[in-house]
């Protein structure tokens, strides 16, 4: 038997190119590293330009191959500016990492569904649905056309379970992406494209500390958690992983 190892790297992403949404702290900044340190050019997109530039700087310092394309997604001709200059520089996009879902203001604007205006029904449905549908897109045609693809949304589990602190909107239309990500995978999956979805539960960005102590594990999730499961998500070991909500919650919720 062989003792070569050459071909027995798992989730090697090289050659690959991605883009992350939302991108340039926080849960985003962790998959953006995960997905590069396998290989994968990434482009960070953020909101805030300075924020996604400096994201990048620390990356290219550390030896990854990454971009920064800042700009606000729930604009199609921001999505479509942004799309161009990655395949401008790198080529088209294999993975799409629908990140970005928390609008400026949230979690301190949340309000009880009796209190809501449509605007802020709109605020989520811009960027946690049309956002996603939008990007997808523009990338979807030519992923089919080579062969291969990756769509992962990161939603929340409050899809899930009903909380009481004001999150209608905001689990209204990640629920309304999971639903177009389950009709997706069946429309794509026969070329090579897969859709999955990554259901987040507490995580250590919004300071929940005693809720992160129901967990199984008793601690919040992390960006490393986060990133490793997408690179997973991203990889063509994960081929036939498709039109699944997988949960990353320590264990908070085991049904």
Known sequence: MSTNNT?????????????????????????VRALAGQGARVAV?????????????KLVAEGFDVM??????????????????VRQRYGDIDILVNNAGVPPGMPESLRHFSELEDKDFEIQLD???????????????????????????????SWRVGLSFGL????????????FMRHLAHEVG?????????????????????????????RAGTPEDVGALVTYLASSEAAWMTGQVLPLNGGAITA
């Not at 690959?16 to 340039?24: E, I, K, M, Q, S």
């Not at 997808?136 to 030519?142: C, E, P, S, Y």
């Open 168 to 179: 209608t909107n905001y689990a209204a239309a990640k629920s309304a992406s999971l639903g």
């Open 68 to 85: 920064a394309v800042p700009g606000d997604i729930t604009r199609s001709e921001i999505r479509e500016e942004i799309v161009f200059k």
């Open 190 to 218: 026969r070329k090579g494209i897969t859709a999955n979805a990554v259901s987040l539960g507490t995580m250590n960005n919004f300071g929940y500390d005693e809720q992160a102590k129901s967990t199984a594990v008793g």
């Open 45 to 57: 997109n953020d909101l805030y330009a300075e924020r996604a530039e400096h994201a990048v700087a």
């Open 7 to 31: 071909h027995l790297r798992m989730f090697d992403l090289n050659d690959r190119v991605a883009l992350v949404t939302g991108a340039g702290q926080g849960m985003g900044l962790g998959v």
């Open 127 to 157: 960027l946690n649905l049309r956002a996603v549908l939008g990007l997808t897109r523009l990338v979807v045609r030519g992923m089919g056309e080579r062969g291969f693809g990756r769509i992962v949304i990161i939603s929340s589990e």
